[in-house]
């Protein structure tokens, strides 16, 4: 089964962010080019082996920093972030519940203090996505993350920021 792009938006970012009572169009970007890069929004384990999981290949060790550390010492977010889960234990469900993945990989966002880029700027978006997700030691690389990003949103090679619209609940 392949999911495109607008599917995981529709279905699965945008719900998370609806219910999560965070809706913002920068973070809707990310968390699509975030699943696009680490899975192509699919995978639920890590090809080849390894730790990470779900569409957005979050390792155990940084679910456990985000839930057990992060979250247990703020309750308004941790309510926010119970309204994407089952009655599963949360281990449980993080390779099999996209939208807690989701979840997961906004609060990842959320605990970094930089305000997320602009929606339109791409480069930034890919410099962001790398520092905060996938870590100086990762796979990843900023300038091809900027180029899938412009590729997602149908952005010129150099596109200029616009005015911010921030559509959050």
């Not at 962010?17 to 696009?36: F, H, K, P, Q």
């Not at 599963?88 to 996209?98: D, I, S």
């Amino acid at each position: 089964m392949t999911v495109t792009a607008e599917e995981f938006s529709t279905h699965i970012v945008e719900p998370t962010l609806r219910a999560m009572r965070m809706r913002d169009e920068r973070a809707r970007r990310l968390l699509v080019l975030t699943g696009s890069l680490e899975s192509d929004f699919n995978a639920l384990v890590q090809i080849g082996g390894g730790p990470a999981v779900s569409p957005f290949q979050i390792e155990w060790a940084t679910f456990d920093d985000i839930f057990d550390r992060y979250l247990r010492r703020r309750a308004d977010l941790m309510a926010r972030v119970r309204q994407t889960m089952t009655p599963m234990a949360p281990r449980v469900q993080l390779p099999g519940n996209p939208l807690f993945a989701c979840a997961i990989a906004r609060i990842k966002y959320w605990m970094d203090e930089a305000d997320l880029p602009h929606a339109d700027d791409a480069d930034a978006m890919g410099a962001y996505y790398k520092r905060v997700f996938n870590t100086a030691g990762g796979k990843g690389d900023a300038k091809k993350a900027a180029a899938r990003y412009r590729q997602l949103f149908d952005l010129p090679a150099s596109a200029p920021a616009t005015t911010l619209i921030d559509i959050q609940e």
